[in-house]
């Protein structure tokens, strides 16, 4: 783009012009806000692209792959794991999503995993229980989705801490990318070690394996696919799970009234991590590229140019949920966000994630007086991945 034409964008759209990496990753929100009201889809020289921050724009491109798709040589997973059902659209979409979905539908989720995830998160909270405190996102929320992945695509014989260190040097290398540098040695060195755990699996049953029936499913997907795939899916069911269930403690333990409710009226939980998903998406934003020249609310954006949808701006939009900003658990339409994306796309392990989120907060809702450590506070960040650093809780220990 010429000086000209960035200095016509950047006039255009002054409040996107002003935005900065630090404003996005810190407390993105007030700046979403602004930019939904004046400035829906908007160009921010910080990002090199547009952001989509209206929740209805946002849905109009995750539904439209043919103007705004995921299959660029630059979308930030794809470097860093290789092709993908996440970084393909059309056919070539479907042949790697195929062979993953069928366990993943809900009523196959439920049957397979509900046993499954209560167990696991009653071995880790048992763990916990004596210290009478404990820090939750790499205690509870990491380790049991880690487990539970890792028993979905049949790698029960991987070690769960290292399930987590290649996770978090993948989710460090999307994140450098996505910030315009390149794919860092950190980021292939985990996708190689996750590759040397998941192929020796490849042979194993493929009644006891995902990866396993996926190597050996009639649409033919390469040795090198299945890893690539197994990747995405390993990412995202411990990026989503562990950010839901790190958020979803976090407001709910920062709002005692709200947490009350659901004292008195279980019921709500389920709700109530909805609405904590709304309020704050483990993943904030996701990537497309048009693939024409296309108009997008009143915004001319060209031919493979970068188009950030705001999931987190998309579902603070005051035109679907009144009052945005607030934690309420009992919203009617909580579930109307958009966390785990639109169209195509949509989240493969979503029901999954449900369940995990759900389990692991109503058994720990049952620890004695459980609150945060006051002496320990914090806040979600990230760009791209929002979720706290760290939550640090206490209870009374029997």
Partial sequence: ?????????????????????????RDPHPLLARLREREPVSWLPALDGWLVTGRAL?????????????????????????????????REHGRHRDPFARPFRKSAVLERFTALVEERTDRLIDALEPDGRAELRRGLAGPLAADVVAFALGLEDADTAAMLDWYDGIVAAVTEVTAGSPVPASGREAFAALRASVEPALAGDPGASLVAAAASYGAGLTRTEVVSN??????????????????AVLHLLSHRGQLELVE??????????????????????????????????????????LVRLSIAGANRDPEVFADPDRFDVRRENARHHAAFAHGPHVCLGMHLARIEAQVALRQLLELPDVRLDPERPTAPRGLVFRKPPAVHVRWTAG
């Fill in 230 to 247: 197994a990747a995405v899916l390993m990412f995202g069911g411990i990026e989503t799970t562990e950010g839901m269930i790190a958020n």
């Fill in 264 to 305: 008195r009226d279980p019921a709500l939980l389920p709700n109530a991590i909805e609405e904590s998903l709304r309020l704050e998406p483990a993943a904030a934003v996701i990537d497309r590229y048009a693939t024409r020249e296309v108009r997008l609310g009143d915004a001319p954006i060209g031919q493979g140019e």
């Fill in 58 to 90: 946002a849905l109009q491109a995750m539904r439209d792959p043919a103007a705004f798709t995921v299959d660029d040589p630059r979308f930030s997973t794809g470097m860093v794991v290789g092709p993908s059902m996440l970084t393909l659209d059309g």
């Fill in 1 to 25: 783009m010429g000086e000209a034409a960035a200095a016509d964008r950047e006039a255009r759209f002054p409040v996107g012009a002003a935005a900065t990496l630090d404003e996005l990753e």
